[in-house]
């Protein structure tokens, strides 16, 4: 067994005092792809924002420990630098700032040295290469007139130039059509290459997962991990839905 | 369609019977000493409410018409009286009212509305309170509902002192220094602590006589944890002179306590509506203020809302319909003072035949008004080009801690909506006026139901003629 | 001397009516700058700039400006039917100076106004422009980026008067706020009868970044016509969680995330200087003073 890099002990968090996660365990080894599913509203989103750490969901009781490290209390962006990742459902837009300064400026945040302009380039890219993005949308504003299909790309690109230890995908492939789940499961693909990294991805269709080796599933109801199963519950849930178990 | 939400036809002359002036107390026209000193004798003031009398007539003469807003060139102080009583005794019966006034209040449905849905009702006929009542059930809580005058004479004297003209001081501006002077009738209502009052409090006033003034003040008290819906109505009918309201609305919000004050303004197209409202909260208090506008010749009307207490809220919710030869200039004033205080104006005018909307506004958040929000939003709907529309929002912000909305919209009826509705049956005046109805639900669903029937009523009256 | 007058007055007592300036303008230089290119305008001075484009012509103009004491610049536009200008104005002025700088401007029928104003200057800003889209189809469009520290007053009034038909007017102001910074943003769409087919937008985003900082803004719709849209939107304050936990997911801490979106305001408009030394020297100056 390799070591668990991500250990979510009995979380509670709620937003505006509505508590949304009421007692989720997970543990996720280092190097898995694991899958979060579940239907609409049920708190996957919740559970990937609390564990980034987003000011508004407010962890009330339980832990949340990354590479052995109790995490809890810690700020997003001291989560981001210790290797956290999550790709937004609904990223930012930032108009004057081009999405390759933005990079640019967060791989030097994350890895704590100033990055050389033309090895960032060279690399930049390359991955923009395996994702089929035209090099004109690093010099593109962020996420400004991006369509639903680019902002997503551009958010894998970060993951893939970011290699964070454990990345969070939120419904990712949720709103593309084929060709694009195909290029965003190609980024999948890059990062496991080039990183060994961990994955938690949250859907709650599947078509994202087909071409991918997911290690372990769990089910969220209501708030809580309700199943947890091999690669067999996610095509169990593809053919059935999400019925209670009996 | 199945949502007509019209009623029957209405016609203003439900509005603007009038009755002759006999019987009458009524000093000359003006604005002297000599007449505010009559006025003082004649309500057998206290010296304090006539010192102050003396102190705001100065303060008036002292002071220069506003140099913003429209004009008030047609407005001569000289030629208003501003003081007019019917020769009655303020009655709590209804059977002692004199007829001719009793009349009026029931054309206007006072008494059914009393009788029906409200906890307790006042009606002033020109400068004075001609009728009072509060149901047992409410006095025997401690609420106190009364005429000003009459409660200066019981124990709440000293509350009143310390209440009268501090909010709204005559040093404001030129009207409200004239209040100050002129002041006469309008409401003194207290709740005390924890009382939750079920149905509503109404005041309704008239002014009937011709070239005159109403100067009604209403103090209201909302103790802690207290909760009250006051509504106010008022009408007059049609001269071809002009005719003055400069009311004074001082309104204290305590500790967790909650007031709506509702108004459904119709007075008549001659009167200048120079009204001064304000509210003071306290922490976790919250001020609603809910404003039809759709009488007068001209407005300056902008409640204001001091929100000094942490988490102390206030929601404006107003429309404004100005038609032929009204220029109403309305909207709302918040101040911010302390943490965590929120703010939210949603208003919507209506601009027809000529007339002039104007949305006019301030939002002041002070530097320790932290973690605060406001959001100001605001529409306004033109029926033709010879009307007018203008929005007029300022904001001064003084903290980094605050969250601040702010949208304006301007634009006219949908040809497609319109056009829709004509394709299943409408007439085309039928359809705008839905539409219009439509468009200011936001005051009418916060109404009681008589009162947002009348609402439409009043919005259906106005756009008889829109077509063509 | 009076200026950035509000096209209507409202409430007194918050001081946005007008700026009452201690200033007297002297003898002012007449400068006719019809042609595209640089106008440098430094120095104590007084100044009327003439810029006149003619039918179907396509200007680009940029006006620098580094006061020393008060530099006053009053520059009257007259864009001839389908004739196009784009100005571009930047303040560089070091600190302890003042820019007084008007622009009234008169665009004919389908003729295009574009005005940028990149104000990172030192010095008090005291901006105004003023659009009389008096051709049918005409338009125009004002962005501007401002940064207001120290005790900087940076004082803006923007109007545009639709009066031909069609007319289309869009006003953006973007700006930060530091230190002790006091800054009004007066804005105001005016659609004057005959307007009919108008459409007017203005909108606001200011960051405020100290606790000691004056926002003021006013932004005014002014209608007399039935078949127009006009808009106004505004976002005032710090940064929102939402944005400041997506730069900070990506490592990014919250004082990287207000330079970033203080450097991104102004740089959109940057990319518009058609002048390479000027748009990396004015690059410069923005990461400088930012």
């Known amino acids: 067994m390799s070591n668990t890099l991500l250990q979510v002990k009995d979380l509670h968090v709620g937003v505006q005092d509505k508590e949304i996660l009421n007692g989720v365990n997970l543990e996720i080894p280092e190097g898995e792809t694991h899958v979060l599913m579940g239907p609409n509203g049920t708190g996957k989103s919740t559970l990937g924002y609390a564990l980034i750490g987003h000011p508004k969901y407010e962890v009330t009781e339980g832990r949340i420990i990354f590479d052995g490290e109790d995490i809890t209390e810690e700020g997003a962006d001291e989560r981001a630098k210790k290797g956290l990742f999550l790709s937004f459902q609904n990223p930012l837009e930032v108009p004057g700032v081009s999405l390759s300064a933005f990079i640019k400026s967060a791989l030097e945040q994350v890895k704590g040295e100033r990055v050389k302009a033309w090895d960032f380039k060279k690399k930049l890219h390359a991955t923009m290469d395996v994702l089929n993005m035209d090099y004109e949308y690093a010099e593109r504003d962020l996420n400004v007139g991006f369509s639903g299909g680019e902002k997503k790309k551009a958010e894998i690109l970060q993951l893939l130039m970011l290699e964070p230890k454990f990345a969070i995908l939120d419904e990712t492939d949720s709103g593309l059509d084929v060709d694009a789940v195909r290029t965003v499961s190609a980024g999948i693909d890059e990062y496991k290459k080039r990183t060994g990294g961990t994955l938690l991805i949250i859907t709650h269709s599947a078509k994202i997962l087909e071409s991918l080796k997911v290690d372990r599933a769990h089910v969220m109801i209501e708030g809580k991990i309700d199943r947890t199963g091999g690669r067999e519950l996610v095509d169990e849930i593809n053919a059935k839905g999400f019925e209670e178990k009996e | 369609m199945k949502e007509k939400t019209y009623v029957e036809d209405i016609d203003r002359s439900m509005y603007d019977f009038r009755n002759e002036d006999k019987d009458a107390y009524r000093l000359e026209e003006g604005l002297t000493e000599e007449i505010v000193l009559k006025i003082s004798e004649e309500k057998n003031d206290p010296d304090w409410v006539r010192d102050l009398r003396l102190e705001s007539l100065k303060i008036y003469n002292s002071m220069g018409l506003p140099n913003w807003g429209p004009s008030l060139d047609g407005l001569d102080i000289n030629h208003i009286s501003t003081y007019v009583k019917k020769n009655a005794k303020m009655a709590d019966n209804w059977e002692d009212v004199p007829a001719e006034v009793k009349d009026t209040f029931e054309k206007l449905g006072i008494p059914q509305a009393e009788r029906k849905s409200l906890a307790g009702v006042g009606a002033q006929y020109d400068s004075e309170l001609v009728y009072h009542n509060v149901k047992d059930s409410v006095a025997k809580s401690g609420v106190i509902y009364t005429d000003i005058e009459s409660a200066l004479k019981t124990e709440y004297a000293d509350m009143i002192k310390e209440h009268f003209m501090k909010l709204i001081t005559p040093s404001d501006h030129k009207f409200a220094a004239l209040h100050g002077a002129v002041w006469s009738g309008g409401s003194f209502v207290y709740v005390p602590k924890g009382v939750k009052l079920d149905f509503p409090l109404q005041s309704y006033f008239r002014l009937n006589a011709k070239g005159a003034g109403q100067f009604e003040h209403t103090l209201i008290i909302v103790d802690e944890g207290a909760d009250l819906h006051f509504i106010e109505g008022c009408s007059a009918p049609k001269y071809n002179v002009a005719n003055l309201h400069a009311g004074a609305v001082e309104l204290f919000v305590h500790k967790n306590a909650r007031l709506r004050y509702s108004t459904i303004e119709n007075w008549s197209k001659n009167m200048y509506n120079l009204n001064s409202k304000r509210a003071l909260v306290d922490e976790g208090g919250k001020i609603e203020w809910i404003t039809g506008s759709f009488g007068s010749h001209l407005s300056y009307l902008y409640p204001m809302s001091i929100l000094r207490g942490k988490g102390a809220k206030m929601e404006f919710t107003g429309i404004s319909f100005a038609n032929e030869g009204q220029n109403l200039d309305t909207g709302a004033k918040v101040v911010q003072l302390a943490p965590e205080t929120s703010s939210v104006m949603s208003t919507k005018s209506i601009s027809k035949g000529g007339g002039v909307c104007t949305f006019r506004s301030l939002v002041k958040i002070g530097k320790d008004a932290v973690n605060s929000k406001s959001a100001v939003s605001c529409e306004s709907l033109m029926l033709d080009s010879e009307s007018r529309s203008d929005t007029i929002p300022a904001m001064d912000i003084r903290t980094p801690y605050a969250d601040i909305g702010h949208e304006a919209q301007i634009g006219k009826i949908s040809d497609e909506a319109v056009f829709y509705l004509m394709s299943r049956g409408l007439s085309e005046e039928d359809a705008k006026t839905l539409i219009v109805s439509g468009f200011a639900d936001n005051v009418s669903k916060e109404l009681p139901l008589e009162y947002a029937i009348e609402m439409n009523n009043l919005i259906r009256l106005e756009m008889k003629g829109s077509i063509g | ?290």
Do not use: W
């Open chain 3, 1 to 290: 001397m009076k200026l950035n007058k509000l096209p209507v007055r409202t409430f007194n007592h918050i001081g946005m009516n007008e700026v009452n300036l201690d200033y007297d303008p002297g003898t002012y230089e007449n400068i006719d700058f019809s042609e595209n290119g640089i106008l440098n305008l430094s120095g104590h001075k007084d100044a009327k700039v003439t810029i006149d484009v003619k039918e179907n012509e396509s200007l680009s103009v940029i006006m620098n400006y580094e006061a020393v004491g008060t530099l006053n610049v009053n520059t009257d536009i007259n864009i001839a039917p389908r004739g196009e200008l784009k100005l571009v104005q930047i303040d560089a002025s070091e600190e302890g100076n003042r820019l007084i700088n008007e622009v009234n401007a008169n665009v004919g029928g389908e003729g295009r106004l574009n005005i940028i104003q990149i104000l990172p200057g030192r010095g008090d800003v005291y901006s105004g422009a003023t659009a009389e889209l008096t051709g049918d189809r005409s338009e125009c469009n004002m962005d501007v980026a401002y940064l207001t520290r120290k005790t900087q007053i940076t004082d803006m009034n923007y109007v545009a008067n639709h009066r031909g038909k069609e007319t289309v007017s869009d006003i953006f102001a973007n700006g930060v706020l530091k230190d002790e910074g006091k800054k009004n943003f007066r804005a105001t769409i005016d659609f004057k009868t005959g307007c009919a087919g108008s459409k007017g937008e203005e909108n606001e985003h200011a960051l405020l970044l100290s606790e000691d900082v004056i926002n003021g803004s006013i932004p005014l719709i002014l209608c007399t016509e039935e078949d127009v849209e006009g808009a106004h939107g505004c976002q005032i304050g710090s940064l929102s969680d939402d944005v400041l936990l997506y730069f900070n997911q990506r490592g990014i801490d919250k004082a990287g995330a207000e330079k970033m979106i203080s450097y991104g305001n102004f740089s959109r408009l940057i990319r518009e200087i058609d002048d390479d030394v000027l748009r990396e020297k004015t690059d410069k100056l923005v990461s400088e003073v930012l």
